[in-house]
């Protein structure tokens, strides 16, 4: 069982940034799909970002695109959101999740087996 741990949410203004982090009990760089997800109180958890096997494709959900980057450091095991001109609409909890599935990309959260707790991002108006 592999274990993510996020952190790097918060309190922030409209306008501003954050870097999520999670880490990963595992190596993940060649083996996994890394993704972002978020849910809103009321609301579907919904696809953010996510980065293939060997970092060599990303996507991003439409809102995001331009303001998110996601990234890897293969020597921590870590894969980050760097989240830029935050808006209210953001507010969520974001969650990181890796995936086994045989393709580059997985928007789908239903081919994410293994799930961190999730950190609380706010964004005031």
């Known amino acids: 069982q592999v274990h993510l741990v996020e952190s790097g949410g918060g309190l922030v203004q409209a306008g501003g940034s954050l870097r999520l982090s999670c880490a990963a009990s595992?190596?993940?760089?060649?083996?996994?799909?890394m993704g972002w997800f978020r849910q809103a109180p009321g609301k579907e958890r919904e696809f953010v970002a996510c980065?293939?096997?060997?970092?060599?494709?990303?996507e991003y959900m439409d809102s995001v695109k331009g303001r998110f980057t996601i990234s890897r450091d293969t020597a921590k095991n870590t894969v980050y959101l760097q989240m830029n001109s935050l808006r209210p609409e953001d507010t969520a909890v974001y969650y990181c999740?890796?995936?086994?599935?045989?393709?580059?990309?997985?928007?789908?959260?239903?081919?994410?087996?293994?799930w961190g707790q999730g950190t609380q991002v706010t964004v005031s108006s």
């Open positions: 980065t293939s096997r060997g970092d060599n494709y990303r």
């Open positions: 999740a890796l995936s086994s599935a045989p393709y580059d990309i997985v928007r789908s959260p239903t081919n994410y087996k293994n």
């Open positions: 595992t190596r993940t760089y060649n083996t996994y799909i």
